[in-house]
């Protein structure tokens, strides 16, 4: 747990490592139960793995770059690459994690080669440090690859006067935004009524 300012600078944090300590305690004590655990059908743990797995992927990035493929124009959700890329860009870039997802099932599925997947899996950091810089600008390798705090930071730098949309999909400007996360209020103010040169010309008359 953290405590941030009004800024949304960490000021404090309270670390615990009761769920560590409990969580490497109920391994310790599965050990005196692998009797048991023998006995639990394979297919059953796959099927657990397979749930987690699915309740997982809509909250994964690449699988919502994926649906877009499927979905028309209108239907694309907004978030920031969306919002501030162009649909090819995000497709491209798409396309390469395609390629690069495909390239290691082969290489973990062909037996002559398996034994080298951990070679391709560290093939996989060049490729991302050196190769897609020259593709891609580092704008857009921020808003497709970069961090949820990378990408807000970009957001607050690229976007002040704010087109972020809340939950309803109300546009905000950054002001706004900043006074609805800090739960501040603008004071208002009461109009005062003008009586314009009509009002007066018709009471003339």
């Known amino acids: 747990m953290s405590e941030k300012d ?20 109920l391994v310790l004590c599965s050990i005196a139960a692998l009797s048991v655990i023998k006995l639990i059908p394979l297919p059953v743990l796959y099927g657990v793995f397979l749930f987690m797995g699915l309740v997982a992927l809509p909250a994964q990035q690449f699988w919502q770059r994926f649906l877009l493929f499927f979905q028309q124009p209108a239907r694309i959700p907004s978030t920031p690459y969306t919002d501030n890329l162009e649909t090819r860009r995000i497709y491209l870039y798409t396309v390469i994690q395609l390629v690069m997802f495909a390239l290691l099932y082969a290489v973990k599925n062909y037996k002559t080669i398996s034994i080298g997947f951990p070679l391709f899996i560290l093939l996989c ?15 857009e390798l921020t808003l497709l690859d970069g961090t949820p705090e990378e990408i807000e930071k970009w957001m607050f730098k690229n976007d002040p006067e704010g087109t972020a949309k809340d939950a309803s999909g109300t546009t905000k400007t950054g002001q706004d935004e900043h006074i609805a996360q800090n739960g501040l209020t603008m004071p208002q103010f009461e109009e005062e009524e003008e009586e314009g040169p009509e009002k007066d010309d018709v009471q003339e008359a």
């Open 125 to 139: 950091i060049p490729v991302r440090l050196y190769l897609l810089p020259k593709i891609f600008t580092k704008d």
């Open 6 to 25: 009004r800024l949304g600078i960490t000021t404090k944090i309270q670390e615990t490592r009761l769920t560590g300590f409990f969580t490497h305690v």
